[in-house]
């Protein structure tokens, strides 16, 4: 059979030889979560079929089942190749919801905890030298507030803006063999006054005295090289490039970036990647890529598909919506309570769409401390994933940090992972909580869904508008209006949008217009955010229905969005 989603997951650190362990799984379920006294991890079947990575609740899986699961469990035999005998064996997960416990052989690999991040185990010793097989469990309970769920709902029926559940694997599985010696991760950073790229490899064990050697190319021409001997188990490299070649918005030029870890005249390992040469930076009222003036016209993308839930069906699905949205005007996103996968931020370096990384903060409560150990790990995980993408021009950790419990949020949470978040990455601005209660801020931002034309430009029309004045205050940032709109426009019955739906395409587009125009004009305003790309089940105020078909002609759209901003240069 077709094996689903059989593009290399992971496109910043790419080894040629690979195998992609999507497609037939054995597939449980065990709300009971009495499956490790019982020992599932033994068993040679269960008793349904799932077609990873697609989600059960998904129809793409085959199951389709959208009721609360409390655990599952999954199982597939696998073989070896005989051409990777002498090397070790990783395994990996792009992700799973919730809390993952791996089993090879009947035997305990590891675990991980955390629905948006990936993971992966050495299995080389647990492997016989037939008759393998990988068994894991998932843990997810979205209604316990102690783990992040972004908008998958709590109620048995989404509603709201909270949509299908996703329970257990929902990107990529697979395996590849490294030597011993072998690269682990690569993190880069550019300069575009040099120009330069700062290379930083770590690397496995039983690496010291290993040379690491990077070869910069632009259009298959080598325009960088350089060499280092490793003296632990990571080594930086400073990569000076003979052309310049700007990352920018509608113009994702990037450079081929090859790795070789190498012993004397042997070979060890050899990893591909990329990168973009470009920065963004904050002064005054705007927001600077390459320091130029830019105004951020972006939408709000859910990441969510009709058959396939928080997975997209196919690889070109994710790079259709990034097409779909620059059609619209847009130049980039707020990637919404949830940490999209790889691929989709490789579209978006590969064609310049400016995006900004959150975590699914929604499920935690977040005026109890304690949450941190739920939440900081994974954040963290996350900007060390994505840290090279260089679509990803901001962090948002928190999105509408609504008191929980009745209870008031806790301040010290969000100044804590906005420091961290600092710490981990100080190239790209940071929000701590998208609208309503900021602590620390780089961007003060709003969320504002009035509906009134007239209400709407006498608030927005010019300077800073402030929400929750006795939560927050401006202390001159520069201001982001990062929701607004989420006009409904549906022949459904049903569903929703914000505020009286138009009764005619011409009085959406007017509405439409008249909203985004406000923002434009704004003297103080350095981008907004539209909500939203496409509807999303029972939420039907997208520019697109929920299986992409445009609801208006791109080119209005377009034309309304591309207007000069006040703001730029």
């Not at 094996?3 to 790419?14: A, G, H, K």
């Not at 979560?33 to 019982?38: A, V, W």
């Not at 991040?117 to 068994?135: M, Q, R, V, W």
């Not at 280092?228 to 994702?252: D, I, K, Q, Y």
Request: net charge negative.
């Amino acid at each position: 059979m077709n094996i689903p989603r059989n593009e290399y997951p992971r496109p910043q650190l790419v080894r040629r030889d690979w195998l992609n362990l999507n497609g037939e799984w054995d597939y449980t379920v065990d709300d009971a979560r009495n499956g490790e006294s019982l020992l599932y991890f033994q068993k040679e079947s269960f008793d349904q079929k799932i077609l990873v990575p697609f989600c059960p609740e998904s129809r793409l899986s085959g199951i389709g089942d959208v009721s609360f699961k409390n655990c599952v469990w999954y199982r597939r035999n696998i073989e070896i190749p005989a051409a990777w005998a002498g090397k070790r064996i990783l395994l990996h997960f792009g992700a799973v919801d919730y809390l993952a416990t791996v089993y090879i052989n009947g035997v305990r690999a590891g675990r991980h905890k955390g629905g948006y991040t990936p993971f992966s185990f050495d299995i080389t010793d647990l492997l016989n030298e037939s008759g393998n097989y990988i068994t894991l469990s998932a843990e997810d309970d979205v209604r316990s507030f102690n783990q992040p769920v972004g908008k998958q709902c709590m109620e048995y029926h989404s509603c709201g803006c909270s949509y299908t559940r996703t329970t257990g694997i929902w990107q990529t599985v697979w395996m590849e063999p490294v030597s011993p010696a072998h690269i682990d991760t690569v993190k880069i950073r550019t300069d575009i006054s040099t120009p330069a790229a700062q290379v930083t490899v770590k690397l496995s064990r039983h690496t010291v005295g290993c040379t690491v050697t990077a070869v910069a190319t632009y259009e298959g021409k080598e325009v960088g090289r350089a060499k280092t001997r490793a003296l632990g188990m990571s080594t930086t490299l400073s990569l000076p490039l003979s052309e310049t070649h700007l990352w920018e918005a509608g113009n994702g030029r990037l450079y081929d970036l090859s790795l070789t870890l190498s012993d004397d005249e042997t070979v060890l390992d050899k990893v591909d990647s990329y990168f973009g040469l470009r920065e963004v930076a904050l002064t005054g009222k705007k927001f600077l890529l390459n320091g130029k003036s830019i105004f951020g016209r972006w939408v709000l993308d859910q990441g969510f598909y009709p058959d396939g839930i928080y997975t997209a069906p196919s690889d070109e699905a994710l790079k259709q919506d990034i097409l779909d949205s620059m059609a619209l005007g847009f130049n980039g996103a707020r990637l919404h309570q949830k940490i999209f996968e790889p691929r989709f931020l490789y579209w978006a370096d590969k064609l310049g769409y400016l995006v900004w990384g959150e975590h699914g903060n929604w499920g935690i409560r977040i005026n109890e401390f304690e949450q941190l150990a739920n939440f900081l790990p994974e954040w963290m995980e996350s900007v060390e994933r994505d840290y090279s993408h260089p679509s990803i021009i901001g962090w948002c950790p928190f999105n509408e940090t609504w008191d929980c419990c009745g209870a008031r949020q806790d301040d010290r949470i969000l100044k804590i992972v906005y420091d961290m978040t600092k710490a981990a990455d100080d190239t790209r601005p940071v929000i701590d909580t998208s609208g309503n209660f900021h602590v620390d801020t780089d961007i003060f931002d709003i969320h504002e869904y009035d509906q009134n034309e007239k209400t709407f430009r006498e608030k927005l029309a010019s300077g800073v508008y402030v929400t929750f004045r006795d939560r927050q205050r401006h202390e001159g940032q520069p201001f982001f209006v990062s929701e607004y709109g989420g006009i409904k426009w549906s022949d459904k019955e049903g569903g929703w949008g914000y505020g009286e739906a138009p009764k005619t395409e011409e009085e959406f587009l007017a509405r439409y217009r008249a909203l985004t125009e406000t923002l434009l004009n704004n003297p103080d305003c350095c981008a907004f955010c539209y909500t939203q790309l496409y509807d999303v089940e029972q939420e039907q105020n997208g520019l697109l229905t929920y299986d992409r078909k445009f609801k208006f002609s791109p080119e209005i759209i377009r034309a309304i969005n591309t207007q000069k901003a006040a703001v730029e240069d």
